[in-house]
């Protein structure tokens, strides 16, 4: 009887290992198809394409079609992702080093009609385009409709997408200056070398980098350099910052056209992001350098060190014991196109 048993229960064992090892059947479309990311966050005005939808053992070939996108907070039809606007194209691509002039760059691009917002026919991936600089800033909920040999199923909410503002601009490092005595290349050291800084705001003890975009058009930056009065340098004053043999990078490196006025300087580029991602894994990343020379700097300001208490009030004194001159450092990244004011305000006295 025992034997009987045991064989028995070979037999069941055996049949429910070929069921568990049955195929899911030709056609299954599951009720909990799915997107890995969820919710899945965009920035405004970056292009961008999501990874597939997870199908749940559903079985291809896809059909997926776009149905709505709806405002998580009204529950109302977002239209502003299925209107059509002008999105700048690269009909080949652009080339920071080579592409030089205005006419070598509109010779590469040209503008075509795009949404926001799509989905891809038999992935289910979603593309985002520059045109999503147009949406409200927001949180939606997308529908898609999945047809496959099986039927058609409709999957309301699929996914939330949080559409955040752009970062118009960031600043990669905080800018600095040092002081050098005017014939030498060894830093003056006073108390704000300690280098307290505010990251988030462009802020050190020797310097304030405060940017605005002011404009959609032209993409340019106005590089301004004031003293710590306000009275403002004459572009002429910034000038490269000597290595060697050679130069360290300036805006104009990665400019296509750099114009100096009485001031401040002008710097052309060709699109976002500035500088172009090229310039990240080069010598010395995006870092800017200038030099203003002595015959622009009457004086210097110092630090009390024994009050010295950043980022409070800190008590400053003035330092004209010989000539001197400043070098400059920054570094930013532009993220939206258009014309943006960069206003370096110096803890130094223009002549």
């Given at each position: 009887m025992k034997k009987y048993i045991k064989l028995l229960n070979?037999?069941?064992?055996?049949?429910?290992?070929?069921?568990?090892?049955?195929?899911?059947?030709?056609?299954?479309?599951?009720?909990?198809?799915?997107?890995?990311?969820?919710?899945?966050?965009?920035?405004?005005?970056?292009?961008?394409?999501?990874?597939?939808?997870?199908?749940d053992n559903s079985t291809p070939p896809f059909k997926i079609t776009?149905?709505?996108?709806?405002?998580?907070?009204?529950?109302?039809?977002?239209?502003?992702?299925?209107?059509?606007?002008?999105?700048?194209?690269?009909k080949t691509a652009y080339d920071p080093i080579t592409d030089t002039t205005l006419d070598l760059i509109n010779k590469k691009r040209a503008f075509e009609k795009k949404v926001p917002f799509s989905v891809l026919?038999?992935?289910?991936?979603?593309?985002?385009?520059?045109?999503?600089?147009?949406?409200?800033?927001?949180?939606?909920?997308?529908?898609?409709?999945?047809?496959?040999?099986?039927?058609?199923?409709?999957?309301?909410?699929?996914?939330?997408?949080?559409?955040?503002?752009?970062?118009?601009?960031?600043?990669?490092?905080?800018?600095?200056?040092?002081?050098?005595?005017?014939?030498?290349?060894?830093?003056?050291?006073?108390?704000?070398?300690?280098?307290?800084?505010?990251?988030d705001k462009g802020q050190s003890t020797t310097i304030t980098l405060n940017i605005k975009r002011?404009?959609?058009?032209?993409?340019?930056?106005?590089?301004?350099?004031?003293d710590k009065n306000g009275a403002v340098f004459p572009g002429a004053a910034l000038e490269r910052r000597p290595s060697g043999n050679s130069f360290l990078k300036t805006l104009s490196t990665f400019a296509y056209k750099?114009?100096?006025?009485?001031?401040?300087?002008?710097?052309?580029?060709?699109?976002?992001?500035?500088?172009?991602?090229?310039?990240?894994?080069q010598s010395n990343g995006l870092n800017c350098y200038y030099r203003i020379?002595?015959?622009y700097i009457a004086s210097i300001d110092t630090a009390d060190s024994k009050n010295w208490n950043p980022p409070g009030q800190i008590p400053y004194g003035t330092w004209n014991k010989q000539p001197v001159k400043l070098n400059i450092r920054f570094n930013t990244k532009i993220n939206q196109p258009g014309?943006?004011?960069?206003?370096?305000?110096?803890?130094?006295?223009k002549k």
């Open positions: 070979l037999v069941l064992f055996a049949v429910a290992g070929i069921l568990s090892c049955k195929k899911t059947a030709p056609g299954f479309l599951s009720d909990n198809v799915r997107y890995s990311a969820d919710p899945l966050v965009v920035n405004q005005g970056v292009f961008l394409i999501s990874n597939g939808i997870i199908p776009l149905l709505n996108v709806r405002n998580m907070t009204t529950g109302a039809r977002e239209e502003t992702f299925f209107k059509e606007y002008d999105v700048p194209v690269w026919e038999k992935s289910g991936q979603f593309l985002f385009t520059q045109a999503t600089e147009n949406v409200p800033p927001g949180q939606y909920l997308i529908d898609i409709k999945i047809e496959n040999p099986h039927g058609t199923k409709t999957y309301m909410g699929v996914c939330k997408v949080i559409l955040n503002p752009i970062v118009q601009y960031e600043y990669v490092n905080t800018p600095y200056f040092i002081a050098l005595p005017a014939n030498s290349e060894t830093g003056i050291r006073f108390a704000y070398d300690d280098q307290w800084i505010d990251a002011v404009a959609a058009s032209p993409n340019q930056i106005v590089l301004k350099v004031l750099t114009t100096v006025t009485d001031t401040a300087v002008l710097y052309d580029y060709a699109q976002t992001r500035f500088p172009d991602v090229y310039w990240d894994s020379y002595d015959k014309k943006y004011i960069y206003e370096l305000r110096l803890k130094a006295t």
